[in-house]
């Protein structure tokens, strides 16, 4: 079994950048690809950002590309989302991911393991 757990949030002013990690432990060797989610208030959880076992592959949902990049260090079993210009609509909480494939862990359906959960929010 694979344990994720997430840091990092917090409130920061519109425009302003935060980063967040997620480290992994357990049975993390082989294809195992990290990615984030999020959950704003009112709202249904959606997929954030993905990066594949190498590092090489990444994905990002449209809303958020150019402004927040992905990446991993897979020495310290880590991956980390470096948000960028953030605005108000970006509050959410952030959920880290694992899965088997940089596909699946795009899907929520498909998504082996979860963390608890980090607050970011972004005042206007």
């Known amino acids: 079994q694979v344990q994720v757990v997430e840091s990092g949030g917090g409130l920061v002013q519109a425009g302003g950048s935060l980063r967040l990690s997620c480290a992994a432990s357990g049975r993390t060797g082989g294809t195992f690809a990290m990615g984030w989610f999020r959950q704003a208030p009112g709202k249904e959880r959606e997929f954030v950002a993905a990066i594949d076992w190498s590092g090489i592959s990444r994905a990002y949902t449209d809303s958020v590309k150019g402004r927040f990049t992905i990446s991993r260090d897979k020495a310290k079993n880590t991956v980390d989302l470096q948000m960028n210009s953030l605005e108000p609509e970006d509050t959410a909480v952030y959920y880290c991911?694992?899965?088997?494939?940089?596909?699946?862990?795009?899907?929520?359906?498909?998504?082996?393991?979860w963390g608890k959960g980090t607050l970011v929010t972004v005042s206007s």
């Open positions: 991911a694992g899965a088997l494939s940089l596909e699946g862990v795009q899907r929520q359906s498909r998504v082996n393991t």
